[in-house]
């Protein structure tokens, strides 16, 4: 008996549901390897460049999970997406302030 028209509608969503929780992780694990670089020289342009494009990298994965969330919104793909959804705005948020903090101690 093959599946019902939706149910196999719904097999893309969840596909990009698992790859942002993935990419999450990702972004997690780049955070916290490139808030321990050292700037030294030229070496400060490489971690500014890593930095944005991170940021630019967080800000589509972050469109990914709100379109999955939306698509989708109920059932445990909906959740582990609400979960990460809270990690990322979280860990961004926190990243922001951190960053903001850092400047105005500069100045």
């Known amino acids: 008996m093959p599946a019902p028209a939706k149910a196999r509608a719904r097999w893309p969503w ?12 990702a972004l997690c ?5 490139a808030w321990g670089l050292y700037c030294e020289g ?8 890593l930095w944005f494009a ?13 379109l999955a969330w ?3 919104r109920r059932g445990g793909w909906a959740t ?15 990243l922001v302030w951190a960053w903001l903090a850092s ?4 100045v």
Do not use: M
Not at 42 to 49: E, H, N, Q
């Open 14 to 25: 969840r596909a990009l549901a698992a790859t942002y929780v993935v990419a999450v992780l």
């Open 42 to 49: 030229f070496g400060c342009v490489g971690i500014g460049i």
């Open 54 to 66: 991170w940021a630019c990298v967080s800000v589509l994965v972050l469109l990914a999970g709100l």
């Open 70 to 72: 939306w698509r989708l």
């Open 80 to 94: 582990a997406v609400a979960i990460a959804l809270v990690v990322q705005l979280l860990s961004g948020g926190w």
């Open 29 to 33: 694990a780049t955070a916290v390897h």
């Open 103 to 106: 400047q105005s101690a500069t």
